[in-house]
């Protein structure tokens, strides 16, 4: 490794990635842990019947899954962390290996419920980042025309929290005639995409569950001490 050219490395700190130290984890023994949440209150919520499929699929699958019921959830800090609902979500993102975040389009964008539950995932809890390295699948009902400006909004979303967005995504048009009177949804091209999501999901959820501490250590951060580093992840939004 000939460092010369490059003065402002630290040599002591710098690593060449290789395809042994990506690889050299032994595969985890239980089912994928995939935590999905949806973005709708109402009682017949399209969104929570299209994670309620995905979750059916994930299972089929050999995954082991939890949905979050947002209803009761409070408005990001206006209420302490300490609430029973936020506890409960955050025990379940740290729990999770993966997630399904599916979002009824609003205005041309995600529900305003949708973000909360987003929102109250803190980026850090002490020194760990609890959805960094993890998967994320994203998912979008509508209410007419097809539409991709909440899948986008989510993805940005799910980049910034640090998680590995799989390329496959959904977007369920006119979803009130996709599901039928036992709140199944119907055979079509849009169901079929939803397997294939999950389908990716998985793959990519056993890919990286047991390699995502090596995958997300970073150089710039083994320069910084422990108490460094604490001090930056925990620092208060602006």
């Known amino acids: 490794m000939n460092l010369q050219n490059l003065p402002n490395v630290d040599a002591d700190l710098f690593e060449t990635p290789t395809t042994g130290r990506v690889f050299s984890a032994s595969?985890?023994?239980?089912?994928?842990?995939?935590?999905?949440?949806?973005?709708?209150?109402?009682?017949?919520?399209?969104?929570?019947?299209?994670?309620?499929e995905a979750a059916r699929l994930l299972e089929a699958m050999g995954a082991e899954t939890r949905i979050f019921n947002p209803r009761g959830l409070p408005l990001a800090d206006a209420e302490d962390a300490s609430h029973p609902k936020v506890q409960e979500l955050r025990e379940l993102v740290q729990w999770s290996e993966g997630m399904v975040w599916?979002?009824?389009?609003?205005?041309?964008?995600?529900?305003?419920i949708m973000k909360t539950q987003i929102d109250w995932i803190p980026l850090s809890l002490g020194a760990v980042r609890p959805t960094q390295g993890k998967t994320l699948a994203v998912m979008q009902v509508c209410g007419g025309s097809q539409s991709f400006n909440a899948v986008n909004q989510l993805r940005v979303l799910g980049r910034w929290m640090r998680m590995l967005t799989i390329p496959n995504q959904s977007s369920v048009p006119k979803a009130f005639m996709e599901f039928d009177d036992n709140d199944r949804m119907k055979p079509s091209a849009y169901y079929d995409r939803i397997v294939d999501v999950m389908e990716e999901l998985v793959k990519f959820t056993l890919l990286v569950r047991d390699r995502s501490d090596?995958?997300?250590?970073?150089?710039?951060?083994?320069?910084?001490?422990?108490?460094?580093?604490?001090?930056?992840?925990n620092q208060r939004s602006i």
Do not use: N, W
């Open 102 to 112: 599916c979002s009824p389009e609003r205005h041309g964008a995600m529900t305003g």
């Open 27 to 52: 595969p985890s023994e239980h089912p994928a842990r995939i935590l999905l949440l949806y973005g709708s209150l109402r009682e017949r919520s399209f969104s929570r019947l299209a994670v309620e």
């Open 214 to 233: 090596y995958l997300t250590d970073r150089y710039s951060e083994r320069r910084e001490s422990a108490e460094q580093l604490s001090k930056r992840v």
